[in-house]
């Protein structure tokens, strides 16, 4: 964890519900951001930001399918794993700056 901002901004990222759900469906299983849309009954432009937030903090990753069929280039994602683990302590040298513990 770098700092009190990237904590505050990782929270605000998890604290959203359908996140939660895309990182439960891309852990069951890799997918193409138009299944993940489907299978959440969501638009494709909403479920492409969720998935950028949660790419840009590094939760979930995607990489070219090299076995489509069409002109268009997809991504499947797939969840990087994780942990966090959030203490009061951790939170105290965060907001010190203190990182390096």
Do not use: C
């Not at 759900?21 to 909403?46: D, V």
């Not at 280039?73 to 990182?99: A, C, H, M, W």
Request: glycine fraction near 4%; hydrophobic fraction near 40%.
């Amino acid at each position: 964890m770098e700092n009190l901002d990237w904590l505050i901004r990782t929270m605000k990222v998890l604290s959203n519900p359908v996140r939660l759900k895309i990182i439960a469906s891309l852990q069951r299983e890799p997918k193409h951001i138009y299944a993940l849309a489907k299978e959440l009954g969501l638009s494709y432009p909403l479920v492409h930001l969720y998935l950028q937030s949660l790419e840009d903090l590094g939760i979930v990753k995607g990489r070219i399918d090299e076995s489509k069929t069409d002109e268009r280039e997809r991504k499947i994602y797939s969840v990087v794993p994780f942990q966090i683990s959030i203490t009061p302590e951790l939170i105290e040298k965060l907001e010190r700056g203190d990182v390096n513990e």
